[in-house]
């Protein structure tokens, strides 16, 4: 029978000679658990004054109409976060200045509709902010 690990507190990885701050990481029985924002707001109506997201896996419960998220800064290629949105209200996700989701535009906000979910996911870095696909 296997033990599950657990660090608890801050961890670090190091991507491309910088260090990453993140949260708890957690292995039980094969399955790698990592740390998530499970009450999330939706803040700003802008790229620029969007509530900014430093974890991979995230819950907003708290959106005014068209308020935003900003995906993390420190996301290389295949970098991907998970936003459910169970705010009562369509939220935008933004990237870093630079950044493109899907077709829409460097960048432009990707409207997530309230019970909905979107996989967001680095699949080059040809953009400053890089180029994005998602999975919904």
């Not at 999330?40 to 935003?68: E, K």
């Not at 993390?72 to 290629?77: A, D, L």
């Not at 990237?95 to 077709?103: A, K």
Request: proline share 4%; aromatic share 8%.
């Amino acid at each position: 029978m296997q033990k599950a690990v657990k660090v608890v507190g801050e961890w670090r990885a190091v991507q491309s000679g910088r260090v990453i701050p993140s949260g708890n990481l957690e292995l039980n029985d094969g399955f790698l658990g990592l740390s998530s924002y499970p009450d999330a707001a939706a803040a700003g109506t802008t790229q620029t004054n969007a509530n900014s997201l430093d974890q991979p896996f995230v819950v907003c419960t708290s959106a005014a109409a068209r308020a935003g998220l900003r995906l993390p800064s420190y996301s290389g290629i295949g970098a991907e976060t998970v936003v459910f949105n169970r705010s009562g209200n369509p939220i935008l996700i933004y990237l870093l200045p630079g950044g493109q989701i899907e077709g829409l535009g460097t960048n432009a906000g990707f409207s997530l509709g309230n019970t909905a979910s979107g996989r967001f996911v680095r699949v080059s870095s040809d953009l400053s902010g890089g180029q994005w696909y998602v999975m919904s």
